[in-house]
């Protein structure tokens, strides 16, 4: 039992109160080193999925360095989880690699993920395409799906084929 200098009790003090105190200042403890790892998990989960962004893609470290406007030093500091590089590091990154931004921000949780389709992972992947080619593509797609989800949803059965649509002249021989 604890006691103030007037010999009573102090406030707040009761028998098993340290050990409580204890055992919360410990959970506290395993929260904030879990947040760390969890924290640590992302840098490197980033540094990793860009080098195999980059090794996939045959890059050099110093060719991706020099277009995403990054020292080699830097750029192998990110890789090996050491460096957290900020959004516009990460959109020059995916410039350089050639991949959408949109994915390595995912990667490094500043965006949350999108419930993906098979044709938007089609669209991402697609090395031909560029950022913005992907990005117009991606909008028109979910345009679409979203004009559609409104007429299904207002009771629209009405769903035509490309051939109700679109008028193909015959050719004569």
Same mark, same amino acid.
């Given at each position: 039992? !604890?006691?103030?200098?007037? $010999? +009573?009790?102090?406030?707040?003090?009761? /028998? $098993?109160?340290?050990?409580?105190?204890? @055992?919360?200042?410990? *959970?506290?403890?395993?929260?904030?080193?879990q947040?760390? =790892?969890?924290?640590? *998990?992302?840098?490197?989960?980033?540094?990793? &999925?860009?080098?195999? @962004?980059?090794?996939?893609?045959?890059?050099?470290?110093r060719?991706?360095?020099r277009? %995403? $406007?990054?020292?080699?030093?830097y750029?192998?500091?990110?890789?090996?989880?050491?460096?957290?590089?900020?959004?516009?590091?990460? @959109? @020059?990154?995916?410039?350089g690699?050639?991949?959408?931004a949109? #994915?390595? &921000?995912? +990667? #490094?949780?500043i965006?949350?993920?999108?419930?993906?389709?098979?044709?938007? /992972?089609?669209?991402?992947? /697609?090395?031909?395409?560029?950022?913005? =080619?992907?990005?117009?593509?991606?909008?028109?797609?979910?345009?679409?799906?979203?004009?559609?989800? #409104?007429?299904?949803? %207002?009771?629209?059965?009405?769903?035509?084929?490309? %051939?109700?649509?679109?008028t193909?002249?015959?050719? !004569?021989p």
């Amino acid at each position: 039992m !604890t006691t103030n200098p007037n $010999g +009573k009790r102090a406030a707040g003090t009761e /028998d $098993g109160a340290p050990e409580r105190v204890g @055992q919360a200042v410990e *959970q506290v403890g395993h929260v904030v080193e879990q947040a760390g =790892q969890a924290v640590g *998990q992302t840098i490197d989960d980033i540094g990793g &999925y860009i080098r195999a @962004q980059r090794e996939s893609a045959q890059v050099s470290m110093r060719q991706l360095a020099r277009t %995403a $406007g990054v020292s080699n030093p830097y750029l192998s500091q990110v890789e090996r989880g050491l460096r957290k590089p900020s959004a516009e590091i990460l @959109q @020059q990154i995916a410039k350089g690699l050639r991949i959408s931004a949109e #994915a390595l &921000y995912v +990667k #490094a949780g500043i965006l949350d993920a999108r419930p993906a389709s098979v044709v938007t /992972d089609a669209v991402l992947a /697609d090395p031909t395409l560029s950022e913005r =080619q992907k990005r117009v593509l991606l909008d028109v797609y979910e345009s679409f799906r979203r004009e559609n989800g #409104a007429e299904s949803s %207002a009771g629209g059965t009405n769903v035509g084929s490309v %051939a109700d649509t679109v008028t193909v002249p015959s050719s !004569t021989p």
